[in-house]
Structures are given as structure tokens and as C-alpha cells.
């Protein structure tokens, strides 16, 4: 009886996680602050950004808040892929010169935007032509440099034609294999508690 308990929750773990298995969201963070700059600064400015590659839809959700700038912003875009992870400096990998609709002109603000990574717009040609010539070579490139911590989110300023702020992207945990794992174990030590 206890083991076909067992058999029948894993089963509906399964059920719950195989389905959304096929859909890969993968998702990064960043602190963005001056003295994460390459030179570093002592700009005041903080900022945090969210990236979520939706690798089925091939498509970028970006959203960034920030404030404190000592200068007014001009651009801002992700650089990939460093030389070694988490330092160093690279190209920018996205649209150029700057997200569209970024707040320009401003020491403060929020961004939420989706991008179609199947378009080129939505990098830049340089990050495209390094990677294969392809939008898909870029998507695959800039997602694999995220994941091992070589790309960084970047808001350049008036005072900072270099950066003011920067952050490199740290993957997030997948939380369905954190759920699942979760589940399971839950499930083995129930069991062997029973035992």
C-alpha cells in the first residue's frame, strides 16, 4: 500500500513537471552599481535588472529599475560574452545604441520590455555576425554566456560615457526542479519514516 502512495505521487509530480519541461524559461538577475563598473566609480546610483529568456518563444523579458545617477542616462544594453566570468568588459550583445524606450535623459526609472529574439533588431549586428550571422546564433551565444556568468547589464550616463552602472547576470534557480526535488525528497523521507 505504501509504496503504490509513493508510485502515485511521483507519477503526479511528473505529470505536473513533464508538460512545462518543453517551455525553458531561464531566468538572471543583476545589481547594477558603479563599482561594478569596469573602472569602477563611486556614483551612488543603484539598480537591479531582471532578464527571462523564454527559450520556446524565443523571446527576451527585460526589466530594469535604477535611480541615484549622478549623470542623465544615454544608453543602456547587455555586453556579452567577457573574457572570464563575472570581470572584464565585452560588446554590447543587444539592440544598439540602446533598448528601445529606455528612459533617456533621466537618473531614475523603470523599464519593461519583451523582445522577439528571432529578430535582429533585437540584437546588435556585431554580437550577430560574431555568433553565426544568425538571430539564432546570437539568442543561443548570449544565453549561453549569461548562464556561466559573461554578460552584464550596463546604463551609460552623460557623466559616465563608459558605464555608471553595471551588473553581471547570475542565473536564477530553476524553481520547478527546486519544486520537484522538493516533492520528492518530501516524499522518500515520509516513506522512511514509515518504514
Given at each position: ?8 505521487a511521483?507519477?503526479?509530480t ?72 563575472l570581470?572584464?568588459?565585452?560588446g554590447?550583445a ?38 553565426g ?11 549561453a ?51
Amino acid at each position: 500500500m505504501k509504496s503504490s502512495v509513493l508510485v502515485a505521487a511521483m507519477s503526479a509530480t511528473m505529470l505536473l513537471v513533464t508538460p512545462l519541461a518543453h517551455a525553458e524559461l531561464i531566468k538572471f538577475h543583476a545589481k547594477l552599481s558603479g563599482l561594478n563598473e569596469a573602472s569602477s566609480n563611486a556614483s551612488p546610483g543603484i539598480g537591479f535588472a531582471e532578464i527571462e529568456f523564454d527559450t520556446t518563444a524565443h523571446t527576451m523579458h527585460v526589466t530594469a529599475d535604477f535611480s541615484g545617477l549622478l549623470g542623465t542616462v544615454t544608453v543602456a544594453h547587455i555586453h556579452c560574452c567577457t573574457s572570464l566570468p563575472l570581470t572584464s568588459t565585452a560588446g554590447v550583445a543587444t539592440a544598439t545604441p540602446t533598448f528601445p524606450d529606455f528612459p533617456a535623459g533621466k537618473t531614475s526609472g523603470s523599464y519593461d520590455q519583451l523582445f522577439d529574439l528571432t529578430q535582429s533588431a533585437s540584437f546588435s549586428a556585431a554580437f550577430i555576425t560574431a555568433n553565426g550571422g544568425t538571430p539564432a546564433g546570437a539568442e543561443a551565444a548570449l544565453i549561453a554566456g549569461s548562464k556561466i556568468g559573461r554578460s552584464y547589464f550596463n546604463i551609460h550616463t552623460n557623466q559616465f560615457p563608459g558605464g555608471e552602472i553595471r551588473g553581471f547576470l547570475v542565473p536564477e534557480p530553476a524553481m520547478l526542479s527546486l519544486l520537484a526535488l522538493g516533492l520528492a525528497a518530501g516524499l522518500i523521507s515520509r516513506r522512511r519514516q514509515r518504514i
